[in-house]
């Protein structure tokens, strides 16, 4: 049944409908022009739940979901058939694709192309790069960089060996307030490059046991361990400091 009266004089020229799928999850909220007639509409449809054309049925709902009827004369109008803002309309595919085919990214097939034929293409970011030379392109920075990271590691070592295990020690860290502790761990660690000296904290102001991702290099407590790069460790005699921690609940 189409009502060719329902557009009226007063109906806008276009719809705003929400569109779900027997294929999908997901609902699309689009607008549509009256003047399309459905086998143009079921086209438009392709692009938003990736049924052909062809093996589309059209079912109308209310805002509220009540079917109101189906849209099954490809030469009418969308426009003749009673549709309102916020009515949704659903697309049955009978194409015999599974639910959620469309959704399950998984399943395309993706072009993948080798490092030999990229390496080669003119217009690719790499051979930009290597044109500009830029970022690791750059044979005079990169050697730089690498050599800022040697005298860095030097700088490191150097503080490091000043440093034995059991001192007692004071970190001081911009911005934050100073931590007495005793060291536990001086040396090279895995999980970030560089020196790093262990800290048992004197109280629970710290981040881990002694152990990071699994690896213990020193044991202690719970939020007792900490790990603080060499620069920011004074060495001396500094007895322990009562925080006050032990009388808070």
């Known amino acids: 049944m189409i009502l060719s009266?329902?557009?009226?004089?007063?109906?806008?020229?276009?719809?705003?409908?929400?569109?779900?799928?027997?294929?999908?999850?997901?609902?699309?909220q689009k607008r549509y022009g009256r003047g399309l007639t459905i086998a143009e509409f079921k086209c438009k449809l392709e692009l938003v739940v990736g049924s052909p054309a062809s093996c589309m049925d059209l079912e109308l709902y209310t805002s509220d979901d009540?079917?109101?009827?189906?849209?099954?004369s490809d030469e009418?109008?969308?426009?003749?058939?009673?549709?309102?803002?916020g009515c949704r309309i659903h697309v049955i595919d009978r194409s015999g694709a599974r639910v959620g085919e469309y959704e399950d990214v998984s399943r395309v097939e993706k072009?993948?192309?080798s490092a030999t034929d990229y390496e080669k293409r003119p217009d690719s970011v790499r051979s930009f790069l290597k044109r500009s030379k830029v970022g690791k392109f750059n044979e005079e920075e990169m050697l730089k960089k690498?050599?800022?990271?040697?005298?860095?590691?030097a700088e490191e070592k150097a503080l490091a060996e000043t440093i034995s295990?059991?001192?007692?020690c004071e970190v001081r860290v911009s911005g934050q307030p100073s931590k007495r502790g005793t060291v536990m761990f001086v040396g090279l660690a895995e999980f970030?490059?560089?020196?790093?000296?262990?800290?048992?904290?004197?109280e629970p102001l710290g981040k881990n046991n002694g152990s990071v991702?699994?690896?213990?290099?020193?044991?202690?407590?719970?939020?007792?361990?900490a790990f603080v790069k060499p620069q920011y460790i004074t060495v001396g005699d500094f007895p322990e400091e009562d925080y006050g921690l032990d009388d808070e609940m």
């Open 213 to 225: 991702n699994g690896k213990q290099y020193f044991e202690c407590q719970p939020k007792y361990g």
């Open 165 to 168: 295990v059991g001192a007692r």
């Open 76 to 85: 009418a109008l969308l426009g003749s058939y009673p549709i309102d803002d």
């Open 66 to 72: 009540k079917f109101v009827m189906k849209l099954d």
């Open 111 to 113: 072009y993948e192309m």
């Open 192 to 202: 970030k490059p560089g020196y790093w000296i262990g800290i048992k904290y004197d």
């Open 5 to 28: 009266g329902a557009l009226g004089a007063a109906s806008p020229a276009t719809v705003s409908v929400s569109i779900s799928s027997s294929l999908n999850s997901f609902r699309a």
């Open 146 to 153: 690498e050599a800022e990271q040697e005298q860095k590691l």
